[in-house]
């Protein structure tokens, strides 16, 4: 990938496909873009041809570094099926966007965004698999996960969560989960985490959460270590 830096606007290009396959080289360059000493941060999607949770999760982290030191990200020349999938989540409000007709400013910040934690549960074996999808952002996000896992705490046992489709983990989130292991240490139960993207699974690992909670990069994998 190739940085250019033009008038304080650093620009990174995309790959192709920005998702869980994502080279390890590009997410690190990624999440070293918001300690550059550009005020801006624009990149570049005209050759990126589809995108996944795992990168809309990088957007949201990227955006939430930079707000935090004042500066700006814009994305630039999003192919049609890219930017609808931006819409459909309401992650392209938080951007700058643009495109041949324009540039269409950003219109709403994290916490005004109806973009919140959704889950499905279906057991397997003796265990709950709990799919998480969509943000985990504090309050909305782990406030929804704290409603909807009660029932599940209730039931005591095993808890294996899936967050494959789940795009970011905000920080301030952690401790909603490391509360539902301890409850479900304490009743002799244990909790799982299963294919977490980059993004995700390098904040829980920076915040020590693997050594509390086991991390696995398949289901298949998780499930077995209960057997």
Known sequence: MSNTHEEDVCTFKLP???NADTPREIITELQE???????CIALNMSGTVSMDSSGIGMLVFLYKELTARSKSLILKNPQ???????AETGIDRLFDVEMSSGIRKADAGLTGLK???????????NVRVISLSGVMNYP????????NI???LQAGGKILLDFSELAFFDSLSVGSVLRVSRLLADIGGGIRICR????VRDMLESMGVDAIIPFFDTREAALEDWE
């Open 80 to 86: 049609r099926g890219v930017y609808d999938l931006l």
């Open 150 to 152: 009660t029932p599940t």
């Open 196 to 199: 977490a993207n980059h993004v």
């Open 140 to 147: 909305t996000g782990s406030t929804t996960f704290k409603k």
């Open 115 to 125: 973009v919140q934690v959704q889950m499905e549960e279906e057991i397997v074996g």
């Open 16 to 18: 192709e496909r920005f």
């Open 33 to 39: 873009l918001p300690d550059c000493d550009s005020d």
